[in-house]
């Protein structure tokens, strides 16, 4: 399982487009391709405008990556933690697709 870094400056993670009332769930991994092993951090429930978050990812490590599930399916995005990292468009966060 992915190592726990603590208190780190948080990666911050968030996003519009989404379905409202998904969950959306926030995975800690080694790797973009290691979804079993991945460390489940937390979930959130998309609002009625289709954004969520955001939400502070503080105990995530140099090196390892951000992957999200959608009510149970594995998204295509991913993302390289980083302390003080933000999504790559910083206006309007992870648009999660399958």
Same mark, same amino acid.
């Given at each position: 399982a992915p190592k726990v870094c603590t208190m780190?400056?948080?990666? %911050? +993670?968030?996003g %519009?487009?989404?379905?409202a009332g998904s969950t959306i769930e926030i995975?800690?991994?080694?790797?973009?391709?290691?979804?079993?092993?991945?460390?489940? %951090?937390?979930?959130v429930v998309v609002g009625s405008d289709g954004s969520w978050g955001p939400v502070n990812l503080?105990?995530?490590?140099?090196?390892?990556?951000?992957?999200?599930? %959608?009510?149970?399916?594995w998204m295509s995005q991913s993302d390289a933690w980083?302390?003080?990292g +933000?999504?790559?468009d910083p206006v309007y966060g992870y648009q999660l697709t399958p």
């Open positions: 780190q400056i948080p990666h %911050v +993670v968030y %519009v487009g989404a379905i995975y800690l991994a080694n790797s973009p391709t290691a979804q079993s092993s991945a460390r489940s %951090v937390t979930s503080d105990d995530g490590c140099a090196g390892q990556t951000i992957l999200f599930k %959608v009510d149970g399916e980083s302390a003080g +933000v999504p790559p």
